[in-house]
């Protein structure tokens, strides 16, 4: 599907798709609308604008998925969303906007995704929640979140990343170690700017962790 504008599009069991230069726009009162995705693997959507929806992405037990250069914005639940207690693996979620959702830019769970060059911008919760391991978060900046700008699980590489001026922590990842943090620059949050709680086997190397409210 390519050059269209829908108010709603939803993919089921609609394996090696490629939904291309479309826009979603609906009703933010309708709890359905948006693109949604269900037991669908090996697609593609890219250049996708899907904006005052009741969700932006919504994508269910889907893997091996790639979402580039797609404009998510002005929705009220999370924007890119990959459901709670249902893993979606080796993802790639590369270029895109988030800005100005009612929940968090990118809510993921699942191992072995990509998530690079993305910004995620002024969203009412988290700017991306990642509980996902074995996964590289890079190239993305995260900036003017509500909560935390990146809230992560363990086991997982973040480099490049410019993670400024959110409401509470810039990096935050309880609980699991084994991450491993590169070139990233955070400042300028309210709370810490990294913040690693009860973890252990972490390299840190070359950040620039500066002018947060709390420690460094």
């Not at 700017?127 to 900036?143: E, R």
């Amino acid at each position: 599907l390519q050059n269209e504008a829908v108010s709603e599009l939803i993919l089921c069991s609609a394996h090696n798709s490629n939904i291309n230069n479309v826009v979603v726009e609906g009703s933010t009162q309708l709890k359905n609308n948006g693109l949604i995705v269900y037991y669908s693997n090996n697609i593609t959507i890219e250049n996708v604008v899907s904006s005052n929806n009741y969700y932006g992405f919504y994508i269910y037990s889907s893997n091996n998925n790639r979402l580039i250069g797609n404009s998510v914005n002005s929705n009220i639940f999370d924007c890119i969303w990959f459901p709670p207690f249902l893993f979606s693996n080796n993802n790639l979620i590369i270029g895109n906007t988030i800005t100005q959702n009612n929940q968090s830019g990118i809510f993921l769970r699942g191992s072995n995704n990509i998530i690079d060059g993305n910004i995620a911008m002024g969203n009412s919760v988290f700017g991306m929640y990642l509980s996902i391991t074995n996964s590289s978060i890079n190239n993305n900046v995260v900036i003017y979140n509500n909560k935390s700008g990146i809230y992560s699980g363990g086991g997982n590489r973040f480099k490049n990343n410019t993670v400024n001026y959110n409401n509470e922590e810039g990096i935050f990842i309880p609980f699991f170690g084994y991450n491993n943090l590169t070139n990233n620059t955070v400042s300028y949050n309210n709370r810490s700017g990294i913040r690693l709680n009860d973890n252990s086997y972490n390299l840190l190397q070359n950040n620039i962790v500066n002018h947060n409210g709390d420690h460094g």
